[in-house]
């Protein structure tokens, strides 16, 4: 991505943010600016990893801080279900035409879209660079990768849905941690992490198509 692009991703982030601070004042939905932001950071951070002649130590503890937020990109797509809070439908299961709930549905769109395929470019772009740092041969070993990150984020995206465990709890006191990740393994979040991981797959392989059609043209 070029520096006119990042740029141009900062400005919209800033702008957003900004929207959302002054526009949603419904209380169910004042998790959208704090998540939202989360889910900046890690397109933010990967802007910065991979940088030619990069520090060895400086690209993983990157890499690291980018792994640990990542998930925040993802997981706004499961804030969609809180759509049901607006109770949507009339009486007779039909949507309702309502300016409030609409407004509110093109918002939550709006960051869930945003984060999560820009945030999908990073993880890409991520493990390129991992790749590349090992030197290792691209083609299935970045696909490899690739498919270890995407795994990873999908248990994030189980531990902050479900466990209720921000990133930056992890950062300030991980030992307390320790025991509840050790045990959360079961049949449902199995599921939870595949389906979150097809979902993942699914992006990728619609990003992968994009790109070979702009090498074609």
């Not at 991703?9 to 209380?27: A, E, G, M, T």
């Not at 933010?44 to 937020?69: D, R, Y």
């Amino acid at each position: 991505m070029t520096n006119r692009k990042k740029w141009q991703v900062r400005l919209f982030f800033i702008v957003w943010l900004v929207f959302i601070k002054l526009f949603i004042k419904d209380s169910l939905f004042g998790f959208l600016l704090l998540n939202t932001f989360l889910g900046y950071i890690p397109i933010e951070l990967s802007f910065h990893i991979g940088k030619p002649k990069q520090n060895v130590i400086i690209f993983w503890l990157l890499t690291c801080a980018w792994l640990l937020f990542y998930p925040n990109a993802p997981y706004i797509l499961t804030d969609l279900l809180h759509l049901s809070w607006l109770h949507p439908n009339d009486i007779n299961g039909m949507l309702k035409l309502d300016g409030h709930i609409w407004f509110l549905y093109t918002c939550l769109l709006i960051s869930a879209l945003t984060c999560a395929f820009l945030g999908f470019w990073s993880l890409i772009h991520v493990a390129k660079a991992i790749t590349a740092k090992l030197h290792l041969q691209m083609g299935f070993t970045n696909m490899l990768v690739t498919f270890v990150l995407i795994f990873l984020s999908s248990v994030g995206l189980y531990i902050g849905r479900f466990l209720r465990v921000h990133t930056v709890y992890l950062i300030t006191n991980p030992k307390f941690y320790i025991h509840m990740f050790a045990n959360m393994w079961n049949r449902e979040m199995l599921i939870f992490v595949i389906l979150m991981t097809i979902i993942q797959l699914v992006i990728y392989w619609i990003y992968t198509i994009i790109q070979d059609n702009g090498s074609d043209a």
